[in-house]
Each structure stands twice: as C-alpha cells, then as structure tokens.
C-alpha cells in the first residue's frame, strides 16, 4: 500500500470514532437490542432516538461496558487511527479509553461539594494511590493541584464557578445535570454519552443545555452521542439523528430526513396518524412538529 493510500485508510478509519455493528443484546426471550448497526463520527453530535423502552439506555450501557451484548462489536478508534474494542471490557477500562457518560438517572455524590465531585473523576485519570496521598509525596501533591486546577475550569466552563461548594444534592435539577458533564469531561474523554441530559430540566436550563452541548462538540472537540425525547433539543443541537424502535435501527439521518420519515413517525404516533401527518390529512391540534413529536413530557 502506497503512503497516500495508507494515509487516506487511516484517515477513514480516524473519521469514525465509535463504530457499532451486528449488535444483539438478550435478556433471557427478550431481544433488547438487534442487530444494530450505528457509526459516530468524528466530531460529531449524534442523536439516538427512540419510543419508550425501544433499547436507548441499553445500547448505553453496551457501549460503556454494562452490558455485554451476545453478538457484535463496538469499536472505538482513536484520532491516530488506533482501534480499541470495546465489547465485554470493563466499564472503568472502557472510560479510560476515552468514553464518558452521564446517567438518566443522575448518580453524583450527593454529600460531597460540585468541587469534589469533579475532582474525584480529574483524579481517576491520574497514576498517584492513596500511599502517595497519605504520605505527602511531592507528585501526589502536584496532582491534588492538577485535579484541582482542572475542576475549577470545568465547572467555569459548565458555567457553575458560583457554585464550587455547593452541596451537590442542594442543586437545582439542571445544575445537577451540569455537574455531571463535567464530571464526565473531567476524565478527558474523546465521546461524551449523555443519557436524556434534558429530562427534569425547566425550558430555559433546556435551551442552556443545548447550548453547553454544542459548546462542548465545538469548543473541545469531543464527539456526541446524545439520547434524548426532547425532540426540540435533538433538532437543534443533532447533525444526525438514528432512531431505535423495539431494539432496531429503523431510520438514520439527518433531523429533517428522520422527522420525515414514514417508519419513525409511525413508530412514535401509529401508522393511522403517520398518514395523516405525512399525507397530509389533518394532524388535530398541533401535536406534532414536522411528524415526529416535538416534544415529551418528563417521566414517560
Ligand atoms: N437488565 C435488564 N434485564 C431485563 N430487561 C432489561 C434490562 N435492561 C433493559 N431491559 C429491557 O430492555 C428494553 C429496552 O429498555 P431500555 O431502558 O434500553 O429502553 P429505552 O429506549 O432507554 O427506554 P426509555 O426511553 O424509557 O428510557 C425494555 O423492554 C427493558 O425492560
């Protein structure tokens, strides 16, 4: 193979960071995922959708170790071309490799301040134990202040320096859910999974929200993978959009081919509304927007 040649292969190869493929996930006669196919790409911000219990969360936990689906892999692949696989590695080990994640159900340490929250993630990052702390070592000193520095500078970026230390159980819902990220980014990932960032959140942290997502794809750098049902928010911050129903990828796209898109507006409002909505019979009342629905309420 030529340089060129080798040069364009590793550059393909680098353009998708998590590639997905053939993946099936069983709970006993349940088929929770099948046969899911899904590529993120490099420096993007993509958007898994999907009806209620349609795999969402249980692709998440596959990518990110809980889960080890029965068939398929999830390759992840750095910006030199180098190509982890990720299938049946621990979740620690996986989150090392450059995947970070926050959770629908938000898991912080409620008794600790933001501050240490996100400290304690800067720190797994780091070789010093507990010896080295215990005893003062110089480079278990200089790396309580590395975690330290680089805290204080993500949560100015999530846009929480005033809130430093606070309690994290004392936050509003939509601080909470910031204090996350950061978390999150404070393990220096190359791909952020947020898990229905939106949910509980008021419509002004929601348009904030949208704005930090974007902030962070453009700003660091860091690809997306976003599931969420606040349709307005994956409209505005998605470049692509895949949609899971009963487990399987059954459209993929930009947000307007989705939104469009006869198979996934039928999966969320029924084949009898999908012909009303999409040809253009009358779709009673405002319920939708563009087919797929504009929004959800919280807690479905
Ligand atoms: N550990 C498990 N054991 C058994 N079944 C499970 C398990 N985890 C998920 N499931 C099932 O897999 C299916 C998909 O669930 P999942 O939570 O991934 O859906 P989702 O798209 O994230 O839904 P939601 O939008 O409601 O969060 C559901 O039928 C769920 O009950």
Redesign the pocket.
């Known amino acids: 193979m030529s340089a060129a040649m080798a040069e364009a292969a590793g550059k393909t190869a680098a353009d998708t960071v998590v590639s997905v493929s053939g993946l099936t996930l069983r ?1 006993g006669g ?1 088929v ?1 995922l099948s046969d899911v196919e899904l590529a993120l790409r490099r420096g993007e911000i993509l958007a898994v959708i ?1 009806p ?7 692709l998440f936990n596959s990518l990110t170790g809980v889960y080890v689906p029965q068939e398929g892999s999830i390759t992840l692949t750095d910006p030199d071309g180098a190509r982890h696989p990720l299938l049946g590695r621990k979740t620690h080990v996986v989150n090392r490799l450059g995947m970070a994640r926050t959770f ?1 159900n938000i898991r912080l340490f409620g008794a600790l301040t933001a501050l240490e929250n996100v400290k304690i993630a800067a720190e797994t990052r780091q070789k010093s134990g507990p010896l080295g702390i215990m005893f003062g070592l110089p480079h278990a000193r200089r790396n309580e202040r590395e975690s330290d520095r680089r805290a204080h500078e993500l949560l100015d970026f999530v846009g929480m320096a005033d809130k430093l230390n606070e309690l994290a159980a004392s936050l509003s819902y939509g601080e909470q859910r910031r204090l996350e990220i950061a978390r999150a980014l404070a393990t220096d990932p190359q791909v952020l999974l947020l898990d229905e960032p939106a949910a509980g959140t008021n419509p002004t942290e929601k348009l904030e929200l949208a704005e930090l997502i974007k902030h962070i794809n453009r700003e660091l750098g860091i690809s997306v993978l976003l599931i969420e ?1 606040d349709m307005r928010l994956v409209m505005s911050v998605a470049d692509r959009v895949t949609v ?1 129903n009963f487990g399987k990828v059954i459209a993929s796209g930009t947000p307007s081919e989705v939104q469009r898109n006869r198979a996934v507006v039928e999966a969320y409002l029924g084949a009898e509304m999908a012909h009303e909505v999409l040809d253009g019979g009358d779709a009673d009342g405002g319920a939708v927007e563009g087919g797929v629905p504009a929004a959800r309420g919280e807690g479905e």
């Open positions: 709970f349940l929770c999907g209620n219990g349609a795999g969402k969360t249980s629908q049902h899971l």
